[in-house]
């Protein structure tokens, strides 16, 4: 079956530090990668997505890019701001539906000033 | 209006009581969702309503019903519960319930059971 494996959290790190939260995937056929972030005492939200092979998905100085040949899909953001502190989460879609959305077990993310 | 606006934020219930947890979204988005997530991990998924209907039960406890009375509304109704499922129950909406729709969820209500 599906599956998404993440680095484990958490993960600290300093205003201005690059981050990178690695996000490798099982799957069959062609997923859609996603990633979403959880802030303190809220929903998830959708941070960004890429449905194809080399696709880069990029949003609020995040990115991802889909690499069919590694089965990855690493999460990046050059200079990390206090505000970034969360919870992110890797997720795959194969299914031909919304409700076939696979979750990574999450990463927490603290950024300190 | 692009929220899902859940009510309560915080309940605690005692085993033997009846509660509802209510949804709404006026995107006119015709699917939503109802998750349970416990502290730390990541969301499961329970119930799906595909165009008012249910299309999908992850074969949750009947002590959960669901319930959407219209496009905009979505109500579980929670009776006879354990302390187990205490949780953070999400809902969520998409315009459609396809793969690629981007899933949007309110903030949820934190379920206490004593």
């Known amino acids: 079956g599906d599956s998404v494996t993440q680095m484990e959290g958490p993960v600290t790190l300093s205003e201005e530090a690059f981050l990178t939260i690695n996000c490798t995937y099982t799957?069959?056929?062609?997923?859609?990668l996603f990633w979403y972030v959880q802030y303190p005492g809220e929903g998830l939200q959708l941070l960004l997505k890429a449905t194809k092979a080399d696709d880069k998905g990029s949003n609020k100085g995040f990115e991802a890019t889909y690499r069919k040949e590694t089965t990855s899909f690493h999460l990046e953001k050059g200079s990390v701001q206090v505000s970034d502190s969360a919870v992110y989460f890797c997720a795959l879609n194969s299914g031909g539906s919304n409700y076939k959305l696979t979750f990574g077990k999450g990463t927490l993310l603290t950024v300190n000033p | 209006d692009t929220e899902v606006t859940q009510t309560p934020k915080h309940l605690v219930m005692g085993m033997t009581n009846k509660k509802s947890l209510k949804c709404e979204q006026h995107m006119g988005h015709r699917a939503m969702y109802w998750y349970k997530q416990k502290a730390k991990k990541p969301p499961e998924l329970m119930f799906v309503y595909s165009y008012e209907k249910l299309s999908i039960n992850e074969s949750v406890p009947s002590r959960f019903s669901p319930e959407c009375p219209n496009s905009s509304l979505l109500n579980l109704h929670l009776h006879a519960l354990q302390p187990e499922d205490s949780a953070l129950y999400l809902c969520a909406s998409s315009l459609r319930p396809d793969k690629d729709e981007k899933l949007f969820f309110g903030s949820g209500t934190q379920l206490s059971v004593l």
């Open positions: 799957a069959t056929g062609y997923p859609s």
